[in-house]
């Protein structure tokens, strides 16, 4: 498929994170032309409002953006992002042969045994970015599979209306909604986890978690951190999960100092998360020319259902705009919070959290404690 609509990046691989961040929003901005733009509530972030003209065959298909820009919301699914790998998963996924085909497909993709690192370990093979990553989008989709097949599983994937994901989950998000294929998603997935681990291993970075806290408490803390390092150890909130728990990332002398000063601002405590680098910041920056290039080769169509966007925590339909969206997300703050709260108020009653763990649950109970998740493992 090929697009009347092309989107031109700026190398900034010479700046600072946090600068190479802000050059690449600016040139972003300049390189669209002829379009009205709306800003977007992370930071200064810019998404063109458009109609592509996309040609598909030997049809010209018009595709707004702004499709389901006010869909309603009743059935969810919740898909899980890094960290909620854990050995034995995909054990249950063969007891169900669709679910089971799916390891047999990864295997061909990713040229090696995913099941058996999955089931086997080490953990600590399992817990490294390119391996994650891949084991969760097969999970999440394996579940998927586990479920259809359970009494009134069909019925209930037929009635999701709505559907998002953590980071990671996004693309699995994706995925089921058939904005690409099983395989490209993997290709993607894979790709995706690479290009994150190189980039987290050009710069000492990390994420440590604040609990206790709220959003704004949690940047004041940052600022703070901030006036004692370099530029190039500058932090953010780079995870906004829930009132109480966010996520911040930069460079380690950034996360130490966050760590020494947590106390100071009633943060109940800090917690370490075990991830390869600096995610959903600048320092994933040499990632995104990478993921470009894949998403520019990659077959997107338009999702059948809503698929909320971690960037924006607004369901996109234009697939130009998705391939910038998940070019996009490896340095964009996650808007998870906004994205559960939104759905919430459009009349959400019942979601499925497809994949292993529970973090995700236990997430959307902390936003709301009346809200109704339910766990489909594989």
């Not at 460079?251 to 000063?261: D, P, Q, R, T, W």
């Not at 292993?356 to 493992?377: F, Q, T, Y």
Request: net charge neutral; glycine share 8%; proline share 4%.
């Amino acid at each position: 498929m090929s697009s009347s609509v092309a989107f031109a990046f700026t190398s900034v691989s010479n700046k600072s994170p946090f600068e190479a961040r802000e050059s690449f929003r600016r040139s972003e901005h300049s390189n669209f032309r002829n379009v009205s733009c709306r800003s977007l509530r992370p930071g200064n972030i810019q998404i063109p409002r458009v109609y592509t003209s996309a040609s598909v065959g030997s049809e010209a298909v018009l595709v707004d953006d702004a499709l389901w820009k006010d869909y309603t919301a009743s059935t969810a699914f919740f898909f899980p992002g890094q960290g909620a790998q854990t050995l034995g998963m995909g054990l249950e996924a063969q007891k169900v042969p669709a679910a089971a085909e799916l390891y047999r497909r990864a295997n061909h993709i990713l040229g090696y045994d995913l099941l058996d690192i999955c089931i086997n370990g080490p953990k600590e093979k399992l817990d490294s970015t390119v391996i994650s990553q891949p084991a969760i989008y097969v999970a999440s989709l394996a579940a998927v599979e586990v479920l259809r097949i359970r009494d009134g599983g069909k019925q209930i994937i037929d009635s999701v209306d709505v559907t998002c994901g953590l980071s990671l989950g996004e693309y699995s998000a994706l995925a089921f909604a058939g904005a690409f294929s099983f395989e490209d998603g993997l290709k993607l997935v894979k790709l995706r986890g690479e290009a994150m681990q190189e980039a987290a291993d050009a710069a000492q970075s990390g994420m440590v978690s604040i609990i206790g806290l709220d959003s704004d408490k949690v940047r004041q803390l940052c600022d703070a951190a901030n006036e004692d390092v370099d530029e190039s150890d500058k932090v953010q909130i780079a995870n906004f999960l829930c009132n109480g728990n966010y996520a911040v990332s930069g460079g380690l002398k950034g996360i130490e100092a966050v760590e020494s000063k947590a106390k100071s601002f009633k943060a109940r405590m800090t917690v370490r998360l075990a991830v390869a680098g600096a995610f959903h910041t600048g320092f994933m920056e040499p990632a995104v020319l990478k993921l470009e290039a894949a998403l520019s080769s990659t077959a997107i169509r338009t999702p059948r259902i809503p698929v909320i966007s971690n960037v924006d925590a607004e369901p996109h339909a234009n697939p130009e705009i998705l391939r910038k969206i998940l070019a996009r997300q490896v340095t964009s703050p996650v808007q998870w919070e906004g994205t559960v709260k939104t759905m919430l108020a459009k009349g959400l009653k019942k979601g499925y959290e497809l994949g292993p763990g529970k973090v995700i649950a236990g997430i959307v109970k902390r936003i709301d404690k009346s809200s109704d998740v339910e766990n489909i493992g594989a």
